[in-house]
């Protein structure tokens, strides 16, 4: 019997750092410790870390009424203003920024800086995306689709930087890229897209395709490990998604001599452990 777990499954790079940083304030610093909106959409971390005293600030207004202590700002990022806001009440913060996000902040106030409009190509609702919208001057603009850019006045607008949210699409990403540059002559695209997500679907489907079984562990309500749910049912029907040990009904795996294990982006490693470590002994 051999279980192989996907090297990618769980925390991406950008969600680990943000995580281990909330526990190591915990362990390290005095006062309230408050994270503007939860630091993983995962009941459980969020539900631990509520236990060791750090508080979720939910809203902006929530975060208007503290006067002390310490925020954490989440790997998502937020707009300039937040930073603006706690630095003038004297409140230490811990930027827990994702390096690949931040690198977007700072492309996007350089470049309105130099007279560029800026478009952010994304969910106008995701917090990533209003978080960088958040960096870019004025002249900016969030679009998601075609009908968005053609909504866009472009003949005042001559020279034009285009970025991603981090976990767009790739291929509608290069679509709309294809319209946008036939509306103006001077247009700059970078591709902020992060292949953590990516690259987590293809090692997934490449184990689900060799193996007997496949467990997908994550959240009901992840999206993203329902779509690796998607991908690997595909590649193997005998595929279980399960939030933790206790969904896993060890005897529907039936007689299998290869199981493969992935999990999606906001599952934290020790439940990722323990199911690897169950199926190992059972089998
Ligand atoms: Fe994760 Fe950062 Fe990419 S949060 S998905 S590594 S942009």
């Known amino acids: 019997m051999e279980v192989i777990k996907a090297k990618t499954a769980g925390f991406c790079f950008g969600v680990k750092r943000a995580v281990d940083t909330v526990y190591e304030q915990v362990s390290t610093c005095d006062g309230p410790i408050y994270t503007y909106g939860p630091i993983i959409h995962n009941e459980e971390v969020v539900k631990d870390l509520e236990s060791k005293g750090v508080i979720v600030l939910r809203t902006e207004e929530a975060l208007d009424e503290i006067t002390k202590g310490t925020v954490v700002i989440r790997s998502h990022g937020v707009e300039k203003r937040i930073y603006d806001k706690l630095e003038k009440k004297g409140i230490r913060i811990v930027d827990a920024t994702c390096p690949f996000v931040k690198k977007i902040h700072n492309i996007v106030r350089k470049e309105s800086a130099d007279g560029k409009y800026i478009l952010i190509i994304g969910n106008p609702e995701h917090p990533e995306v209003t978080g960088i919208r958040g960096w870019a001057g004025s002249e900016a603009a969030v679009v998601q689709n075609a009908e968005d850019i053609n909504k866009i006045d472009f003949s005042k607008k001559e020279k034009i ?75 193997c029907n005998n595929t279980y998604y399960i939030q933790t040990l206790d969904d896993l009904d060890l005897n529907q795996l039936g007689s299998v001599e290869t199981v493969g294990i992935t999990a999606g982006a906001s599952t934290p490693n020790n439940i990722i452990e323990e199911v690897q470590n169950n199926v190992r002994i059972i089998f």
């Open 161 to 235: 930087c285009v970025v991603s949210q981090t976990t767009f699409n790739y291929n509608k990403f290069k679509d709309l890229v294809e319209i946008i540059k036939k509306k103006s002559y001077d247009v700059s695209v970078l591709n902020t897209i992060c292949n953590a997500t990516k690259e987590r679907q293809m090692e997934a489907q490449s184990i689900a395709e060799s193996v007997d079984a496949m467990i997908v562990i994550g959240d009901k309500h992840s999206s993203n490990t329902q779509k690796l749910f998607e991908i690997c049912r595909k590649a």
